[in-house]
């Protein structure tokens, strides 16, 4: 199994300005460079901490997760879905039906948008 594991580390840095008061000291210390430049770091004060675990699944080389989808609008169905259909002219079919008798969307929807993450080619035995 794989897993994504989320941390943060940090340091306790310092850096001298001139201003005129506190909060414009700390406005020209974070406008002039990231804190990661400031002239002095602390090494002693070197910290890690992990903030998250999760399973990495068999889609995660598409670099999405569940929460991603789920937190960016998507419904994630939790078995998938399948569906297939052929290219003879007798068989065609409109896709968003099939999709619509399998999930059944909601009518008072707009429309709505797909994520597909595969196909495959299915070739005769002749």
């Not at 310092?14 to 700390?26: D, R, S």
Request: proline share 2%.
């Amino acid at each position: 199994m794989k897993f994504k594991v989320k941390g943060s580390y940090t340091y306790k840095v310092e850096k001298i300005v001139e201003a005129n008061n506190e909060q414009e000291a700390i406005d020209i210390a974070l406008d002039s460079e990231p804190m990661c430049e400031w002239d002095s770091q602390d090494q002693d004060t070197y910290s890690e901490e992990v903030q998250s675990v999760e399973e990495v699944s068999a889609m995660s080389k598409f670099n999405f997760s569940e929460k991603d989808l789920k937190e960016n609008g998507w419904e994630v169905l939790p078995d998938g879905v399948f569906f297939g259909f052929d290219l003879v002219d007798s068989h065609k079919t409109n896709i968003p039906t099939i999709l619509s008798e399998l999930i059944g969307f909601d009518s008072d929807a707009e429309g709505y948008d797909f994520l597909i993450c595969a196909y495959r080619k299915e070739k005769s035995d002749e």
